[in-house]
DNA sequence: TCCATATTTCTAGTTATATCGAAATATTGA
DNA sequence: TCAATATTTCGATATAACTAGAAATATGGA
């Protein structure tokens, strides 16, 4: 996964309107849930619910299609995972990369 | 955890310079690295980096304590892990949460 | 004590984000 | 076709975030 594309989904989670939009439709599961009954569940004003659901839908986190006169949204499992998967991903790649400037020389790392 | 601690931290990796910091620290591994080296790592200017330093250390994700006249700065393993594990914890709890407006009726939910 | 180093705080300009009412669009059923 | 429903777009305002230079602070060594 590209950084610019982390930076967007972890950009869309961390807002507290969007992170509840994105839980009710992770709860929610695979077949996801209409405009309307995430607004009611989250109470949020449909204006502003648009908006976020858009902003979730540019970064992957959510899937939008129209389904008669609604729009199902479901939660994008397999990008969500990549999410997750992606923080700890590198541990510890550089951990000996002594480019450190105050870097101790090598007789002196006995101590950890 | 906490939905508000799990929104600060996905918004503080919700930036570039703040992923690729983080990043930094979490490829670096426990032993951490000080700021000057950040610095020549990620090629942040100062103030900015200290800001953004302060950012992911009020979130949680990096650890900083002073060490003669540099700062140790260390990527909070645990915490990122239990961020990474929020993301999906609570898939599909509502799966069959039918208080939908047109919910099918059970007789109608044979077919999926 | 005095200077060099490491990092932060101050300050300010620019840009981005969150919010939501009202109006617009699209779809279905009568 | 008309009205009802579902959702989005528009527009405007308020707030917050990103950025970075310059000045301030703190620490260690000569």
Redesign the interface.
């Known amino acids: 996964m590209e950084?610019?594309v982390?930076?967007?989904?972890?950009?869309?989670?961390?807002?507290?309107s969007r992170?509840?939009v994105l839980?009710?439709l992770?709860?929610?599961?695979?077949?996801g849930?209409?405009v309307?009954?995430i607004q009611?569940r989250t109470n949020i004003p449909a204006s502003t619910l648009a908006h976020h659901l858009k902003f979730l839908a540019a970064a992957h986190l959510v899937e939008q299609d129209k389904q008669g006169r609604?729009i199902i949204n479901r939660a994008d499992?397999t990008h969500?995972?990549a999410?997750?998967?992606f923080?700890?991903r590198?541990?510890?790649?550089?951990?000996d990369?002594s480019?450190?400037?105050?870097a101790p020389s090598e007789k002196e790392l006995v101590h950890d």
Chains 1, 2 share one sequence.
């Open positions: 950084t610019t982390a930076v967007e989904g972890f950009s869309a989670m961390g807002s507290e992170l509840a839980q009710t992770v709860k929610a599961g695979p077949k849930l209409p309307g009954e009611k609604s499992f969500l995972e999410l997750a998967e923080i700890l590198e541990c510890c790649a550089d951990q990369t480019s450190q400037s105050n």
